[in-house]
């Protein structure tokens, strides 16, 4: 998917943010393209070890290259912290959010994966003792 955003994102010449993301419950990966700072920039957000593949990188240095005449892409991979809470966790790290989702919509979806926590939270069992 990430190598078919980079061939879109090469045909969109005013392009200035591009997030793709996949969050599920226990699992969350943010894919930005950001093009408002001083460098273009692709970050890579993950609660597990996700990597940039060097044709990845590659493809999206292209995209830059045709985008901007500053020449250089920064790259970086950042783990973050996620607990269970799907998507109204996610929400937090995307930058179109707003967006993409309306406030009241975004605060219903927010309590409803709250409630989950809660509930996951009082299945945990204390850990044992030596």
């Known amino acids: 998917m990430n190598q078919a955003a980079a061939g879109a994102a090469q045909r969109m010449p005013q392009l200035v943010i591009m997030e793709l993301w996949d969050i599920r419950k226990h699992r969350l ?3 930005r393209y950001d093009r408002r700072e001083a460098r ?7 609660n597990f070890e996700a990597k940039f593949s060097a044709q990845s ?9 045709g985008h901007d005449s500053r020449r250089y892409l920064e790259c970086t991979e950042a783990p973050i912290p996620y607990p269970p809470g799907g998507l109204a966790t996610g929400f937090q790290y995307l930058c179109l959010a707003r967006r993409m989702i309306d ?17 996951w939270l009082h299945t945990l069992q204390p850990p044992l003792q030596p």
């Open 57 to 65: 990188e590659r493809r999206w240095r292209e995209v830059a290259d």
């Open 103 to 119: 406030d009241s919509s975004r605060m219903q979806i927010t309590n409803e994966y709250a409630r989950d926590f809660r509930i």
């Open 29 to 31: 990966c943010i894919f």
């Open 40 to 46: 273009p920039g692709i970050l890579l957000l993950s």
